[in-house]
């Protein structure tokens, strides 16, 4: 299958390194490291599984040239100490065993520097769009920037020398310069960041003062065998910010200095344009490739592009068009870490396909990295590999009751292990309620992971029984070893008057075109659901509203953060009215009745309904099974246990199994 992708699996060789491919594992922010700033097994671990798959750049994400005024999230690496150099060099051992090459990623914060009681410092004293957004919603003044001074700017400069150099000492042979994303290097660089009247501001060439000195401080520390990547953002996508001629002039004036660069766009820190870095699943694949494209024709550099290059089709789409030279990504690899070699030996249809739902993000600034799909990344020190999962000590019978994702995932890893497995699934086919929430057409890639799980779950070897209500007397006839209850959810319908109008219907009805609706339309409940329902009716070009019954922070918030964001700012693009603290009390013939937080009712006219107000567990079908075996052989999984999300779901399907 290699001929197939002759420019993907082309080696390429700098400075007399070879690459034995053209993909990179993008730097990501794994939350591992120690309080401390050190390498722990499982960051070691997390890294290694990326070479281990067949990737040719390992990039260590976001670590950080000084731990007192350039952190930038917690569990970070510290580059700003020698101590650092031995768990660097266990990293590395790690990524460069299976032929890779270790880069890492050199940083600072900037005016979004998170040190706990300590003011930030950047090239002017700006708080970024994503403090200000912080500190709006808990009350409190934004963390003080101050302006840096020259002193600063020159220990800054070393910093990044000596962060290289120890890098270098730990085995390094290459480096990524994170001047991208709105991060100190980009702050200097912009002049959305940069209001300073010296020698570092003003015009372009002194803008570029900053990143170039301390490029040059890196090869007068560390030579000119370091191979050196420069990350940038080729349009900040701000009016105020960078634009594509100045990034252009500014990567020419570096040319001579680095070895590559490679290509995003976006702030990181304005939340309203941070969908540019990471996309959410509603935006194209491929989704900055032109950057890359246009950057190419301009430098002779070689160009890496990044942001939503989900498959090797991808990739090789665009190397073989002239593009860019290499592919970063990052989400698909930590979906799949063994997209390459399923790929090279003609398996694409075993891949698991990544959903973009960005959990991977990070659902706090602090957690360790895992994925919705993959119940296995970030959790390495357990679980090196699929194959790595020990084979069960006995063979058992395990019932699985319900065929939704939780139902799936059980049986899949439970069959892995060796166990017999009856899946049971009420309707004729699998899916459960993951079916309802890949109908919408921007979710084509919740559609490919239910089409891959489904399929995956169909060859498992477990005995599936369709079209079949497990009751208590089913199971007592099977006398199962273990039991595992995924039984699921229903939607939440209250008891309000109206509430069985003809115009009043259920979100996944709507999303599946099952009913008609309206040209006027009100959604009830404004979390995921309700949301993406009410944007699918807005492009239709129906006017529609939200109506919560909480306040304007429950919006969302069963999204990531990358996703909230990018959903607000759509409803807002198609003129979506969001109401909070509503609550809807009874349906009319015209709309919705309902009552405010100061207790005033009010009208409000809608010709159809759409409830979107959660999931109620289906927890008496759950009673009826769980004392039917004894209560430590038996595991409540998925919606049923608690409604939540996917993430959960595949969760504790794996879970609920791994070590039956």
């Not at 997390?46 to 040239?65: E, K, L, N, P």
């Not at 790595?388 to 019932?399: H, L």
């Not at 759409?610 to 099974?625: I, Q, S, Y």
Request: glycine share 8%; hydrophobic share 40%; proline share 5%.
């Amino acid at each position: 299958m290699d001929g197939n992708y002759k420019h993907l699996f082309s080696p390429i060789t700098i400075k007399g390194v070879e690459f034995k491919n053209r993909l990179e594992m993008a730097p990501t922010l794994a939350f591992m490291a120690t309080p401390d700033g050190m390498a722990t097994q499982d960051m070691i671990e997390y890294y290694r599984s990326f070479s281990r798959g067949g990737v040719a750049i390992v990039t260590v994400g976001d670590s950080a040239v000084n731990f007192a005024y350039g952190k930038n999230h917690e569990a970070q690496l510290n580059l700003g100490t020698d101590e650092v150099i031995t768990s660097l060099n266990k990293v590395l051992e790690g990524i460069t065993r299976y032929g890779a090459t270790a880069s890492i990623e050199l940083n600072h914060g900037g005016n979004h520097t998170f040190v706990r009681g300590s003011s930030a410092y950047s090239a002017s004293a700006l708080p970024s769009g994503n403090e200000e957004y912080a500190a709006a919603m808990e009350g409190r003044l934004p963390i003080e920037v101050k302006e840096m001074t020259q002193d600063q700017i020159s220990d800054v400069i070393q910093d990044y020398a000596k962060a290289a150099q120890r890098c270098m000492i730990a085995g390094f042979k290459m480096i990524m310069i994170h001047g991208a994303h709105g991060h100190l290097l980009s702050q200097f660089l912009s002049p959305l960041t940069n209001k300073r009247r010296d020698r570092w501001g003003g015009s372009l060439e002194n803008r570029a003062r900053f990143p170039i000195a301390v490029i040059d401080a890196i090869r007068q520390k560390c030579g000119p065998g370091l191979i050196i990547e420069y990350r940038t953002s080729l349009d900040e996508k701000d009016p105020n910010g960078l634009k594509t001629d100045d990034v252009i002039e500014f990567i020419k004036m570096i040319e001579d200095r680095i070895d590559i660069v490679q290509v995003s766009a976006g702030l990181l820190s304005v939340p309203e344009l941070m969908h540019h870095i990471i996309q959410p699943y509603h935006l194209p694949h491929m989704y900055n490739v032109h950057y890359a494209e246009l950057l190419k024709k301009n430098v002779k550099l070689p160009v890496t592009t990044v942001g939503s290059i989900m498959n090797l089709d991808n990739a090789e789409k665009i190397l073989s068009e002239g593009h860019a030279d290499f592919i970063a990504m990052a989400r698909p690899f930590i979906a799949d870490p063994e997209i390459i070699r399923k790929t090279a030996l003609g398996k694409q249809e075993k891949i698991r396909p990544c959903i973009r739902c960005n959990w991977c993000t990070g659902p706090g600034f602090a957690f360790p990295v895992r994925c919705a799909v993959n119940p296995i990344a970030g959790r390495g020190v357990e679980y090196p590999t699929e194959e790595a999962i020990s084979p069960a000590r006995k063979k058992k019978k395990i019932v699985v009751v319900g065929g939704g994702p939780a139902g799936m995932q059980a049986a899949l890893t439970a069959g892995k292990r060796g166990h017999d497995v009856i899946l049971y699934e009420m309707k004729d086919h699998l899916g459960g309620m993951l079916e309802y929430a890949c109908k919408l057409p921007f979710k084509k890639d919740m559609k490919a992971f239910l089409e891959w799980l489904i399929a995956r779950t169909e060859e498992s070897g477990a005995t599936i029984k369709y079209n079949t209500e497990v009751t208590a007397d089913t199971i007592n006839q099977e006398k199962p070893d273990g039991l595992i209850i995924a039984v699921g959810a229903i939607p939440l319908i209250p008891n309000l008057p109206g509430i069985d109008r003809p115009h009043v219907h259920w979100a996944g009805d709507v999303d599946s075109g099952n009913v008609e609706v309206g040209k006027e339309v009100v959604v009830v409940g404004a979390g995921l659901m309700g949301v993406e329902t009410a944007l699918s009716l807005s492009l239709q070009g129906k006017k529609v509203s939200i109506m919560e019954m909480m306040g304007p922070d429950a919006v969302l918030m069963d999204s990531t953060w990358f996703n909230r964001n990018y959903l607000r700012l759509w409803m807002a693009e198609q003129e979506i009215e969001l109401m909070t603290n509503i609550k809807m009390e009874a349906i009319t013939d015209k709309g919705i009745r309902a009552i405010d937080r100061n207790f005033n009712w009010k009208d409000f006219p809608a010709d159809t309904i759409v409830l979107a107000m959660g999931m109620e567990a289906r927890k008496d079908k759950v009673n009826e099974l769980r004392r039917l075996i004894p209560a430590t052989e038996v595991s409540v999984i998925g919606d049923c246990y608690q409604p939540r999300n996917l993430f959960s779901a595949v969760h504790d399907g794996f879970n609920s199994v791994v070590e039956i």
